[in-house]
């Protein structure tokens, strides 16, 4: 007999992207041949830069070549590639991580999930609503039951941003510039948080998956630009949204050594020791071919390339943004992240709202209850589609 996780019975089948499918099927039986506007879509749509698939090309002939072929992958990544992430992603920023802090992963999906192999029991964690949905199934699914988890609301009141906690919290999930909401935190808030939990003895763990479109000066990129983070906080890092890597996967976790967690008998662990150890024992590497593109990424006309991109998904965000607004409904977020996020008039709710988008305009969003009691009432639209997508919106939206 085996014995299924009762934990997988207590999350909630995620029925949202699936329904968001089976709508748009629909309406497209409803209306044959109409076009339907994707912008529900959290995935890149702008292919490799050049200069990535270069290095690729390059690192598959290595690999066709008894002398430079490459086995299995060091399990936290090549240093090359770690040695490119410390230069510019932190020394360059006076953050004070050392390469052998960096974990190189296939996914920030994964690494947030799986960092919960690291917990003990008896922890109490913190999440935001709205949030990305994985810190919420992936606690869930490590066996943390309602009474365990804390929501930390962000509504329109508190600019969408968490409050610090008032009860007892050990481990707390921050996701700046977040997704859905699209906000950022500023430098003094960042530092509210980091302060709470080193009184505390809390535990941060930071998601700046979309680090690479903040544009308002001033917001960290880095947690590790507060000082004292280094302390209480662990950083998940991606190459998806910053270089247009979902399809190949890379991505990055940082644990600084000398952060610790305690057992129930009273020691403290070394967290970094942890996580290497958890990765040595379930995780073989990210394949040669990607961590050279990902190096590649760094260099230059890499740098050029992706900024060129994400400027592209920027405008579109901020076009979509200035369309519901001159229509006098309240739009959040697209100056930061690629995500914004509309409050749909009172007489509907995010749900219903969707069905009208998609009906009257052939467009789809993501609507905001799917990331949280606290996104109903909202719809999240995304820049990562066509700019002829976003024009044919206004053309529709206008007329
Ligand atoms: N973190 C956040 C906040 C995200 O929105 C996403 C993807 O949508 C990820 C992480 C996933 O990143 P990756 O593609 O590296 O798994």
């Keep these: 007999m085996a014995w299924a996780n009762p934990s997988f019975l207590e999350i909630p089948e995620s029925y949202l992207f699936g329904t968001i499918g089976r709508k748009i099927q629909e309406e497209r039986e409803r209306v044959p041949g109409k076009y339907i506007i994707r912008m529900g879509i959290g995935d890149v749509t702008l292919p490799l830069p050049p200069v990535v698939l270069a290095a690729m090309h390059r690192a598959v002939d290595e690999m066709g070549d008894a002398k430079t072929f490459q086995g299995y992958p060091p399990a936290a990544g090549f240093d090359f590639l770690r040695e490119a992430i410390v230069a510019h992603d932190y020394r360059a920023r006076g953050c004070d991580i050392s390469v052998d ?44 039951g309602p009474l365990q ?20 919290v050990d481990i707390l999930y921050l996701c700046s510039p977040n997704n859905p909401t699209g906000t950022a935190m500023t430098r003094d808030q960042l530092a509210q948080w980091v302060g709470y939990a080193r009184a505390n ?43 247009g890597f979902t399809g190949v996967r890379c991505s990055y976790t940082v644990v600084p050594k000398g952060l610790t967690a305690r057992t129930k008998f009273g020691h403290d662990v070394d967290l970094h020791k942890l ?37 592209v998904y920027m405008r579109n965000a901020g076009r979509i943004r200035a369309l519901f607004e001159s229509r006098g409904q309240k739009a959040f977020g697209g100056v930061d992240a690629p995500y914004v996020w509309v409050k749909v008039p009172d007489k509907y709710d995010s749900w219903s709202f969707f069905d009208h988008m998609l009906r009257e305009y052939g467009v789809a969003g993501t609507p905001g209850s799917g990331f949280g009691p606290c996104g109903e009432g909202y719809i999240r639209f995304t820049g990562f589609g066509s700019l002829a997508d976003v024009e044919r919106l206004e053309g529709l939206m206008k007329a």
């Design 101 to 144: 802090e960096v974990f190189v992963s296939d996914g920030a999906k994964s690494d947030v999930a799986n960092f919960t192999d690291l917990y003990g029991d008896a922890n109490v964690i913190a999440i935001s609503d709205p949030v990305y949905p994985v810190y919420l199934d992936s606690v869930r699914i490590a066996g943390f």
């Design 149 to 168: 988890v804390k929501f930390m609301e962000c509504t329109e009141t508190s600019g969408f941003l968490p409050a610090l906690p008032t009860g007892h």
């Design 201 to 243: 003895g809390a535990l941060i763990l930071y998601d700046s998956a979309y680090e690479a479109y903040v544009s308002t000066p001033g917001i960290p990129r880095s947690i590790y630009e507060i000082p004292g983070a280094r302390e209480c906080a662990v950083e998940f890092r991606s190459f998806s949204k910053t270089a």
């Design 275 to 311: 996580w290497a150890r958890r990765q040595a024992t379930k995780f073989n590497g990210v394949p040669y071919i990607i961590q050279r593109a990902a190096e590649a990424v760094y260099t230059p006309e890499g740098q050029a390339a992706v900024k060129a991109n994400i400027a």
